[in-house]
């Protein structure tokens, strides 16, 4: 079998509005690794995630997944958005909400296959979800919603996984049940990619950092990346995290 | 003769006219329509374009009625020409969706207003029936254009049921996994634009975002699933609908008007009593705690 395709992010610009948002940042993102962004608020790590996958215009610069353009190949794709740009009073029960991760499988004008609905109900198994089942989604709390999501994304049996900010106000359980599953996913070889802000414990538990402040500051392993010098070019001198600092 | 039997003769007495007979069906048909597509209005927080969509299409109902052409085909294409110029306006200048709409509606309405005055003078037709409804004057050739959209639009809900359902919870979400949402969304607005013409002799343009709106509102209080709401809605819906038609004729109401104070009735009764969100009754769920 031929090695599972990389990531691979060439001169890649972005603007928002009118600002620039992105300056060339080139990257490799290798299956296998837990791969965590950060940088200071608006260092542009959302923006990275949308513009990889197309859902916002490039100035320059190309995103590749294999041979072809990454943003053709979004059937490969499981992204999860913040969960504060989703309505959380919309009429869906939490099956609702996972059964949509099996639209793109299922195709036009098809019904959902009892395999569909098999790899649903595994999926909330896994993230300790299934008696939440017929819940609606606005009764939840804010972990189980996280949770509901990341089954939506295993649902989808994608090779490319994207989360943004995952980790904001969830409780224990929930950040303890998603960094295990990032951890089989990177384990069966998949792209993990996880935007994060908190530099505390939880970074140990990524492969590879990628710290951004509107360009790439530094990628690698985490004794590469958060080096005293790095660290100033990307949050100036006002951080107060110097704990695993190398 | 019992009450409940003079009740019924009321009911079904009307029904051996046959224009009875045609209003009857034309208000189910946009009862249920409105209540399903209006269900996607509400919660993508589109009311506002489904009320720009419905006053636009009236100098497209004008140019067709002076061509000859069927006014419903002209309508359409003023309804969807009018998303398609708000979406210009706001995509290509710093100008917000909802200035573009007022700006857009307003324009086409009063383009429509005027078209339609200046016509209805040596014509026969009438301008106050499409601003109000006129249900109980509808054709048997409006009945049969009804039929035709109601069955259309049905059919396209059912067979994009699952996509628009992930595009109107998650549109980021969908387009991420590869949905055509660009697609989708103009597939909601060429439905919108759909149910609001074959509601204009219903309700009428001005108050048909009441018939969009209300009956999924209305089921939204009381039901957990998008489907269920449309369903129930389209309860709601027929409901008031054919209410609506029995109050115009008892008392020569326009039957515009006369829908809309019973679906906001409805509605005010789920708001006050809805067992999960009823102010007065419920149980107290709402606003739900946001745990952050």
Redesign the interface.
Known sequence: MAPAPCITIDHLSVNYRDVQALRNINLTLRPGKLVGVFGPNGAGKSTLI?AM?G?MPLVTGRVTYGEDTLAHQ??R?????QRS?????????VW??V???R??K?G??NR?STASRQIAQDALNRVGMADFRDR?I??L??GQQQRVFLA?ALA?EADIF?FDEPF??VDQKTEDVIYKIFRELAAVGKIVLVVNHDLGESIMNFDQLILLNKELIATGPRDWVLTRDNMTRAYGGHVGFFGHVA | MSPELALLNGLTEPLQYAFMQRSLAVAIMVGIICSVVGSYLMVQRLALLGDAISHSVLPGLAIAFLLGVNIFVGAFIAGVLSTVIIGWIHTRSPIKEDAAMGIVFSAFFALGITLITTIQKDNKIDLNHFLFGNILGVTAGEVRDTAIIAALVLLIVVLLYKELLFYSFDPLGAKASGLPTGLLHAGLMVLIALTVVASMKVVGVILVLSLLIAPGATAYLLVPRLHQVMLLGAGVGVFSSVSGMYLSYYLNLPSGPAIVMVVSTLFALAFLFSPRYGVLIGSGRWPFKVRR
Not at chain 1, 77 to 81: D, K, M, R, W
Not at chain 1, 85 to 93: G, L, M
């Open positions: 949308k996958l859902l979004l059937d794709v499981a992204y999860v958005p740009q989703i309505d959380w009073t919309f009429p869906a029960t609702d909400v059964m949509m991760g639209v793109q299922t036009w004008f959902f609606p606005g009764a709390s804010g939506r989808q994207c904001v106000g």
